[in-house]
């Protein structure tokens, strides 16, 4: 008999925003398996026991979670965020796809959470509210090349782009050089969102111009987000701007 495998996202760290259907889900588990800040956001009880790992140590994760729950534990494998975008659910399916068959008959429960750039978008007004895409700049799993071949042709696309992990200590040029490819397709008046820690105390949320937006703004707890040539900047006397992607297309690129 097998037990229960959830994998859940925490939101973007502020409580309020962790979905009802992911806290059924916490309270039904009695095992964590997450990054260890994740798995501090959590108010487990004393029958819920953590077993806390490093962030790049997805897939081992993913394994020992299944391991467990195909012995008949309810595990529960915590992402921040939603657990589908860039996180843990792509790692269990991966172990499953490549593991043994036991796993495919694990009770699979996987909750949608609210993600960064959801997060940062509300904070400053609708920027994806046209045609946007997803990126990571973490070249861990993909080449650069890659990367910045995806960066162009998403701007050329006239997508809004989203950001995820956009720097860190082992790769604090990245951002910069995103920035380069993107200035040779985008005007330089085209939004940059920087969205630090999005509905957490320490938030900070920055708007600049392509042309003039800073590398150094960023470390690994911001989504960036940089607009189209139709995101709109809206001034408003004695409140933030508000920054919108307009829905319909208009063919503007400069």
């Known amino acids: 008999m097998t037990g229960r495998l959830f994998i859940v996202g925490t939101g973007p760290g502020n409580p309020a925003q962790m979905t009802p259907e992911t806290r059924d889900a916490i309270s039904a588990a009695t095992e964590f398996f997450g990054y260890g800040p994740y798995l501090d956001r959590l108010n487990l009880r004393a029958d819920q026991r953590r077993i806390a790992s490093d962030n790049r140590e997805e897939l081992d994760r993913a394994q020992?979670?299944?391991a467990r729950a195909a012995a008949g534990a309810d595990v529960?494998?915590?992402s921040g965020g939603d657990p589908g975008i860039f996180a843990m659910a792509a790692?269990?399916?991966?172990?499953i796809d490549k593991g043994p068959e036991e796993w495919r008959q694990i009770d699979l429960v996987i909750t949608p959470g609210v993600t960064a750039m959801l997060a940062v978008a509300a904070r400053i007004g609708a920027p994806?509210?046209?045609?946007?895409?997803a990126m990571s700049l973490s070249d861990n799993l993909k080449p650069w090349e890659v990367i910045t071949k995806r960066l162009r042709l998403a701007a050329e696309a006239g997508l809004v782009i989203a950001l995820y992990n956009p720097i860190s200590k082992a790769r604090p040029w990245q951002l910069g050089e995103a920035f380069g490819v993107l200035r040779t397709v985008l005007p330089p008046h085209v939004p940059v969102i920087f969205g630090r820690a999005a509905g957490r105390p320490?938030?900070?949320i920055t708007v600049m111009p392509l042309g003039e937006a800073d590398a150094n703004r960023a470390d690994m707890a911001t989504c960036v987000i940089i607009g189209s040539p139709e995101t709109r900047i809206v001034p408003r006397d004695g409140k933030p701007d508000l920054v919108y992607t307009p829905r319909s297309y208009s063919g503007e690129s400069h």
């Open 64 to 66: 020992a979670a299944l």
């Open 76 to 78: 529960c494998v915590v």
């Open 91 to 95: 790692a269990v399916c991966e172990a």
């Open 128 to 133: 994806l509210g046209h045609d946007f895409c």
């Open 202 to 204: 320490d938030e900070r």
